[in-house]
């Protein structure tokens, strides 16, 4: 898995490069964007000048696209990397010239990014489900209730409305493997749910973690 996103190199001398982000914990710096892995290791970088060119085989797509695609000239082709970044650089233009590469990504969008697809019906859909009081148990609750009481269950799950609201449910590479949390599957898999906060398996073979955020 690798990541692409900015960082602030804290600076307050006089540089004609010299940024301000008043989001950022160091607010006056050097802006780099970095390419790099979940376990921190930066494979590329490139130091913000102002402007950012498009990558050479692709036309002008627009800063956040064209500082993605030219971060990711390193990326191996055809090997399913797995490639995150957030809401500035996602859109879907991007994704496409991606996985033209076999090059694969997940992030966070914004709304209008989205070439005119319309979230808002979504989002509504997703309140009215959250704020709802005494659904009815999902057969993986239902499991989970029986695993619980024969004393095999170590840690609750998350409710349905929770598991199924799309939001923020980000596989996470985990260096210690843990009990897969769907009913049934008795892995230890590597992978953690970053929102529910419980191990679950993504592999060829079988995807838990899907089943798991429908169910």
Same mark, same amino acid.
């Given at each position: 898995?690798?990541?692409?996103?900015?960082?602030?190199?804290?600076?307050?001398?006089?540089?004609?490069?010299?940024?301000?982000?008043?989001?950022?914990?160091?607010?006056?710096?050097?802006?780099?964007?970095?390419?790099?892995?979940? !376990?921190?290791?930066?494979?590329?970088?490139?130091?913000?000048?102002? !402007?950012?060119?498009? %990558?050479?085989?692709? @036309?002008?797509?627009?800063?956040?696209?064209?500082?993605?695609?030219?971060? %990711?000239?390193?990326?191996?082709?055809?090997?399913?990397?797995?490639?995150? $970044?957030?809401?500035? $650089?996602? @859109?879907?233009?991007?994704?496409?010239?991606?996985?033209?590469?076999?090059?694969? *990504?997940?992030?966070?969008?914004?709304?209008?990014?989205?070439?005119? *697809?319309?979230?808002?019906?979504?989002?509504?859909?997703?309140?009215? %489900?959250?704020?709802?009081?005494?659904?009815?148990?999902?057969?993986?609750?239902?499991? /989970?209730?029986?695993?619980?009481?024969?004393?095999?269950?170590?840690?609750?799950?998350?409710?349905? %409305?929770?598991?199924?609201?799309?939001?923020?449910?980000?596989?996470?590479?985990?260096?210690?493997?843990?009990?897969?949390?769907?009913?049934?599957?008795?892995?230890?898999?590597? $992978? /953690?749910?970053?929102?529910?906060?419980?191990?679950?398996?993504?592999?060829?073979?079988?995807? *838990?973690?899907?089943? /798991?955020?429908?169910?």
């Amino acid at each position: 898995m690798l990541c692409i996103d900015e960082q602030m190199i804290p600076f307050k001398g006089n540089s004609a490069l010299q940024q301000y982000l008043p989001s950022k914990p160091h607010k006056y710096g050097y802006k780099v964007f970095i390419l790099c892995s979940n !376990k921190g290791v930066i494979y590329e970088f490139e130091l913000y000048t102002g !402007k950012i060119q498009p %990558a050479d085989d692709a @036309s002008d797509l627009g800063a956040s696209l064209n500082i993605v695609l030219r971060l %990711a000239k390193i990326i191996p082709t055809d090997k399913h990397y797995l490639l995150y $970044f957030d809401n500035w $650089f996602t @859109s879907l233009p991007l994704v496409c010239h991606l996985a033209k590469s076999k090059i694969f *990504c997940l992030g966070t969008v914004r709304s209008n990014r989205l070439l005119g *697809c319309d979230l808002s019906s979504d989002i509504k859909k997703r309140k009215t %489900a959250a704020s709802r009081k005494g659904r009815r148990s999902t057969s993986l609750d239902k499991a /989970f209730e029986a695993k619980k009481a024969r004393g095999h269950a170590s840690k609750a799950i998350p409710q349905q %409305a929770v598991r199924n609201d799309n939001v923020d449910h980000f596989p996470i590479y985990k260096e210690k493997r843990g009990k897969c949390k769907l009913p049934g599957c008795n892995s230890r898999p590597y $992978f /953690f749910c970053s929102k529910c906060q419980v191990h679950l398996c993504i592999a060829r073979s079988k995807n *838990c973690f899907l089943n /798991f955020h429908k169910t």
